[in-house]
């Protein structure tokens, strides 16, 4: 997943290339020789009875066993068949060690992670776990170590081929339980903070000042658009579902954030360094999820359905790989009959369902995160009027290509390890007055960084058979912070906020803090307890898209960052006039292309006089249009180019670079508030100190400019014009989907597909301004669970199962996907064997 790859891989992959291209034979048999053998019978050691394999066309893996150890044995085994260099790739990240493969263009991201210590609180999670789930994670890894000692390191991807070629004598090292839980941290980093939004935010208020900035991050409508928990109070330390909530968040004060500037710059350099792991950095609450659930009171079937669909990065393989884990007999001594999403590298199923209960996440943007700016001296650090001891050790990063490791020092205070030791520049940081003559540094507090019990949560979720089994289950899960929808075969619905989040003191955790003063300390977690949860709401639907939580009065602050609501109450909308909502219905609301912003924005273009016939043509277009974004679409495409022009010619003239307007939900927002100001300072061009310019008129040069853009990238006629000749997606090879050489991301990358939907639409597929229009994260999979009849129920993922390239479950499901189709979703063992068209027997012995 390196952003930039070093020379020398780009060199090997036209080496490949080329030997793939001029000798046929030879390049058919290094891409076939890792496909996995899928039928027949394989000997695993570890196995107590024998394990079966059935696979779909589609290559879906559903393992049968008696045994719960032999189940996640097989799980290991089927995961190291289908994804072994993802999985790999994967943990290096999670353990700082991407040097190891990919050179000295890595260590800066190595050091970042080391100095967090992903891995070491993966070792202390380990401890934590109950006894039964520590074997199931050791079961897993020995089936991945299994498959591991049966090829050589060239047969296990064609990836590792490719670096073979160029000398690399690399060999995997066993699998083991901290690689699977060292997983959740990165999961964690790219879903549970607002770290992007602090820095933003800081860096605006420094340029036109926090009243103005404080414009560009608007308050949420909760007059329009409604949160996820309606009604609910903490009484004697238990969230009361139907209660009225009272209290207020704090506040931070101008010179809180003027100080956070310069930090906050420095820190945001040092994370956008790190690996797009699942979410694109600085799209906000554009990389969330919608998911859903109504009651039988509303459907067809009298029975719930659940609909989820998380967004985040674009990528193959997907994020996720389907799976389904079943005990032939289910009891207390193997309890599991599971299927869904889950993680390649973890044993489980993190989305999905068992024969009881299904359950589907989207991010809750919950702030776990908090920055602290620290008064050094030495190997001290300030605390009140006095100086306590750091810890210190030291890491040795070993680099490819380089004979001696590199030494990194790591230094970690109360407030969490000190981002400042990975960059220089950070030592150099003050509160203003860079000629004190004090030290500082930067701390991160973290909640991920506090050893949990989220694996057991999995296990136990996994096996969960009712709502209080569900809600006991996440009250052990730590990070990250989730929103989980829910729903069981007795007709029973609700939500649960999961997640540990801190209660702080001082400060609301939006910028930076004093370290210094300890009232910025926190003072624990909010208990479980406390959190809001929801069941059987009288409207018959629930419905969670990354909008706030629950009401303001809420007495504990969860986080400021949410989406505005454009998706999640045009879903809320159709489900609350849903009647007899049938699967069908059901599925055609992940498609819902209706862009609502575009009712705010759109009569006022239609108003403007525009005297050029030519550009008269484009604002026609919007005439009658109502506002959906399929891909073919001419008023959609005109939209979108509008708006980015007059984002462009709205703030470029005040902002700096670094914080330009990148589109999307947050921005939508904005404008509709702006709208409503035509005389607004942001209206004014300052690039023409003698005119002052009003929205009108930055509305008519958006339409003019946007004329331009679009007749040069489309045609100038405007029946050729078609939103998805602008908004295309392709899907990324994580490591290797970047490197610039055409024949080699043709080899790994799929697409390049016209795309509908867009910023802040249910069928979300997000784009930033710095790529214009190209989508860098949508749904990566969808799921509809029929709770009335479970194998009705329906899915499809972004990639295939597979993770080799050309394996023919490498991309078989992304034509799916992108045309907005499903496939059955089949559980029951029945179903599940007539549709075999391949079956593995993993047998004991040796």
Not at 385 to 401: C, P
Not at 426 to 441: A, F, M, R, V
Request: glycine share 10%; net charge negative; with cysteine.
């Amino acid at each position: 997943m390196p952003r930039r790859l070093p020379r020398w891989l780009i060199l090997t992959a036209i080496i490949v290339v080329l030997a793939l291209g001029g000798l046929s034979s030879l390049g058919v048999a290094t891409v076939r020789r890792s496909f996995p053998q899928t039928d027949g019978q394989l000997a695993l050691p570890m196995l107590s009875k024998p394990v079966e394999v059935l696979r779909d066309a589609h290559g879906v893996p559903h393992l049968y066993a008696d045994d719960p150890q032999d189940l996640f044995a097989a799980q290991g085994f089927v995961h190291a068949q289908d994804r072994f260099f993802e999985m790999d790739v994967r943990r290096h990240i999670t353990a700082g060690r991407l040097s190891e493969l990919f050179g000295p263009s890595q260590v800066n991201t190595d050091a970042f992670i080391r100095t967090m210590g992903w891995r070491r609180v993966a070792e202390q999670e380990l401890e934590l776990l109950s006894a039964k789930n520590r074997r199931y994670l050791d079961a897993y890894a020995s089936g991945v170590n299994a498959y591991l000692r049966e090829r050589g390191t060239s047969d296990l991807s064609l990836e590792y081929a490719l670096l073979g070629v160029q000398g690399l004598n690399y060999r995997p090292e066993d699998w083991t339980a901290v690689d699977s839980i060292a997983w959740l941290k990165a999961m964690a980093w790219d879903l549970g903070a607002n770290r992007q939004q602090e820095i933003d935010q800081a860096l605006t208020a420094a340029a036109v000042g926090s009243k103005r900035a404080a414009e560009l991050w608007p308050g949420y409508p909760m007059h329009d658009f409604a949160p996820i928990v309606g009604t609910g109070k903490v009484d004697g330390g238990s969230f009361d579902p139907g209660g009225a909530v009272s209290g207020a968040p704090a506040s931070l004060t101008d010179a809180q954030r003027r100080s956070a500037v310069p930090a906050l710059e420095t820190v945001r350099r040092i994370s956008e360094s790190l690996p797009e792991l699942v979410a694109p950095e600085g799209l906000g609450a554009e990389v969330g999820s919608n998911s859903w659930v109504v009651a039988g009171s509303r459907t067809e079937s009298k029975k719930p359905l659940l609909g989820n669909d998380p967004h985040l990065a674009t990528s193959i393989p997907s994020v996720f790989a389907q799976v389904g884990l079943h005990c032939r007999v289910v009891s207390e001594a193997c309890p599991f009959d599971v299927s869904g999403f889950s993680f390649a590298g973890m044993p489980g199923v993190v989305i999905g369902r068992n024969a009881k209960i299904s359950w589907g996440l989207t991010t809750s943007y919950a702030d776990v995160q908090d920055l602290y700016l620290e008064e050094l001296q030495g190997n001290t650090v300030r605390v009140g009027n006095t100086f306590e001891a750091l810890e210190v050790r030291t890491e040795q990063i070993t680099v490819r290509g380089e004979e001696e490791p590199r030494t990194l020092i790591i230094r970690t205070g109360r407030h969490g390890p000190l981002l400042s030791d990975v960059d220089q520049d950070l030592q150099q940081i003050s509160t203003g007055q860079p000629d004190d003559g004090k030290n500082y540094g930067i701390a991160l507090n973290w909640v991920a960084l506090k050893p949990s019990r989220s694996m057991d949560a999995i296990f136990d979720l996994n096996q969960a058979g009712n709502f209080e089994q569900f809600r006991k289950a996440l009250a052990r899960f730590g990070a990250p912070s989730q929103n989980i929808v829910y729903a069981d075969v007795e007709g029973n619905i609700g939500y649960q906020l999961s997640g540990q989040l801190p209660l702080r003191r001082k400060g609301d955790g939006r910028t930076l803090a004093p370290g210094w003063d300890p009232g910025y300390d926190w003072r624990g977690l909010v208990p479980f307890e406390a959190l809001p949860y929801s069941f059987n709401p009288p409207a018959g639907y629930i419905v969670a898209a990354n909008q706030p939580i629950v009401g303001k009065g809420y007495p504990y602050r969860l986080g400021s960052d949410y989406s505005y609501g454009w998706r999640s109450q045009e879903l809320a909308d159709r489900l609350a006039n849903a009647e007899g909502l049938t699967l069908d219905q059901a599925e055609q609301l992940f498609y819902i292309d209706t862009n609502r912003f575009a009712a705010d924005l759109v009569p006022l273009l239609l108003k403007i006089k525009v005297d050029d016939p030519w550009v008269t043509e484009g604002q026609q277009t919007l005439v009658g249009w109502d506002y959906g974004t399929p891909a073919d679409s001419a008023a959609a495409a005109y939209f979108n180019v509008v708006v980015s022009n007059l984002l462009e010619h709205t703030f470029r003239d005040e902002l700096p670079e670094r914080v330009w307007p990148a589109g999307g939900d947050r921005w939508y927002g904005v404008l509709s508030r702006l709208l409503e100001h035509p005389k607004a300072d942001w209206w004014d061009d300052k690039a023409t100190p003698d005119v002052t310019e009003r929205r009108d008129d930055v509305l008519q040069r958006a339409m003019v400019e946007a004329r331009k853009e679009i007749t040069a990238k489309i045609a100038r006629d405007t029946e050729h014009w078609e939103w998805g000749k602008l908004h295309r997606v392709t899907l990324r090879h994580q490591t290797l989907g970047a490197s610039g050489i055409a024949p080699v991301e043709a080899i790994f990358n799929r697409g390049d597909f016209a795309a509908p939907g867009g910023p802040a639409v249910v069928n979300a597929q997000g784009y930033s301004l710095a790529e214009p229009y190209r989508v860098i994260n949508g749904p990566t999979m969808r799921m509809l669970v029929d709770l009335g009849d479970p194998d009705r129920s329906r899915w499809v993922n972004q990639s295939g199962v597979s993770g080799h390239a050309y394996h023919p479950n490498y991309d078989d499901q992304t034509q799916l996907w992108a045309r907005n189709e499903t496939w059955p979703f089949l559980a029951g063992r029945g179903q599940v064997e007539g549709a075999a068209t391949q079956r593995l027997e993993l047998r004991p012995g040796e």
